[in-house]
């Protein structure tokens, strides 16, 4: 399949042959037609699947079309709200949006904190067709009357499972309030929650076209070829001198090392700062500024190791990332590829290293099981565990799937 395929204008497929794409993802294949008729579209996509084009191509499409057709908002109020949980996805959804919009005439602006308020605010008054926001700035701006949301057509909520593991629910419904009903509603997650299953249920209450439609891309159990994956069989209470270990021993240049529980990331800094290593970490009690300050040195190469929960981790992207560690096993299949999937970008190698306690491994099975193939095991000397894995569970051997 190609992108003509898909309804596309030919000025946004010049415009996507001049960037050197040339066949859709498929997020994009499933999601962009469902979007270009106007219906209300939840996809379970993760993170690095080309899902900020699957929805800012067809609202590129149907606004310049309303342009031509002389039915544009510009110059009154905004047409199209993408709402982003950081700063940076903020910028690298609005740097998408002129790159795709560059043969047309719309405008877009992004919206977050830490920047002049003003500044924005005039913006907002010379027009913009696409606003790209966090919801806290967003919130900041509607209370001071500075935007309208009542001539929204779409809205677009991107990586909405993390907005609310960010704690921004209230701002979220409150923003939804002040749309009119008559809009399109895309919703964008890696997972589907209940939380995030009663967003939807709340954003999608009325599809444009009179009835809701939902289009789901769930995430595919499937790994990269070029990561190295392997496990390490370990005790829980030396989980941090096996890391320690492999940084010094192997001069590891840079790490990601994902823990489940953001209480667990400050400790384990604690940790290797106690055996000379200097590390960092990003998780939900960290405020946003300084999240970002974070991820800025991690990715200047200025901090070597990060330890982040995997909501926190979440749109990271590095592309040359070389090792990321799964410190504590994630339970399910989704999260572990959506971690692994940190390293080995655009076809360079990656490597990715678990460690596995022996009260994980009822779990590994089961993601074992869901990836379809054995994860290698190894073993560190010195840092064996104190009571030996059973063969028949050391061996075990996913059943294929038909």
Not at 73 to 84: C, D, W
Not at 283 to 295: C, F, K, N, T, Y
Not at 320 to 325: F, K, Y
Not at 351 to 360: K, Q
């Amino acid at each position: 399949m190609t992108f003509s395929n898909l309804g596309l204008s030919p000025s946004l497929l010049a415009t996507i042959s001049d960037k050197g794409y040339t066949s859709p993802t498929p997020v994009q294949a499933k999601a962009i037609p469902t979007i270009l008729k106007g219906r209300d579209v939840v996809a379970v996509a993760q993170t690095g699947t080309g899902k900020t084009a699957a929805f800012v191509l067809p609202i590129i499409q149907r606004l310049e079309e309303q342009r031509l057709n002389a039915q544009s908002n510009r110059g009154k109020r905004i047409s199209a709200l993408i709402l982003v949980p950081t700063r940076e996805l903020a910028k690298q959804v609005q740097s998408s949006v002129v790159a795709y919009a560059k043969k047309t005439s719309l405008t877009s602006m992004a919206m977050y904190g830490g920047t002049d308020i003003d500044e924005q605010k005039s913006q907002l008054i010379e027009g913009i067709d696409v606003l790209v926001a966090t919801p806290g700035r967003l919130i900041d701006m509607l209370n001071q009357r500075a935007v309208y949301l009542d001539s929204v057509q779409t809205v677009v909520l991107d990586e909405a499972d993390r907005m609310l593991d960010m704690g921004f629910s209230d701002d979220i419904y409150r923003i939804i309030d002040r749309l009119p009903q008559r809009r399109q509603s895309l919703l964008f997650t890696a997972t589907m929650s209940k939380y995030v299953q009663s967003l939807s249920d709340e954003l999608s209450h009325y599809d444009v076209n009179g009835a809701v439609h939902e289009v789901r891309i769930e995430p595919k159990t499937k790994t990269a070829k070029n990561i190295e994956q392997w496990l390490i069989t370990v005790d829980k209470d030396t989980k941090s001198a096996l890391l320690s270990h492999l940084i010094i021993a192997s001069q590891w240049s840079q790490a990601l090392i994902f823990v489940e529980k953001k209480h667990a990331a400050a400790k384990l800094v604690a940790q290797l700062a106690k055996r000379g290593i200097d590390a960092d970490s990003i998780h939900g009690d960290r405020s946003q500024a300084q999240r970002e300050q974070v991820l800025e040195r991690f990715k200047r190469g200025q901090l070597k190791y990060l330890v982040a929960t995997g909501v926190a981790a979440r749109g990271i992207d590095i592309g040359q990332l070389e090792r990321v560690v799964n410190y504590d096993l994630p339970f399910k299949a989704e999260d572990y590829i959506h971690r692994i999937g940190r390293t080995g970008r655009a076809g360079q190698s990656g490597e990715a290293i678990s460690f596995v306690t022996l009260a994980d491994f009822k779990n590994l099975i089961k993601l074992e099981g869901r990836l379809n193939h054995l994860i290698e095991r190894r073993v560190i000397e010195g840092f064996e565990p104190r009571k030996p894995v059973p063969e028949t569970v050391l061996n075990y051997v996913p059943k294929q799937k038909r």
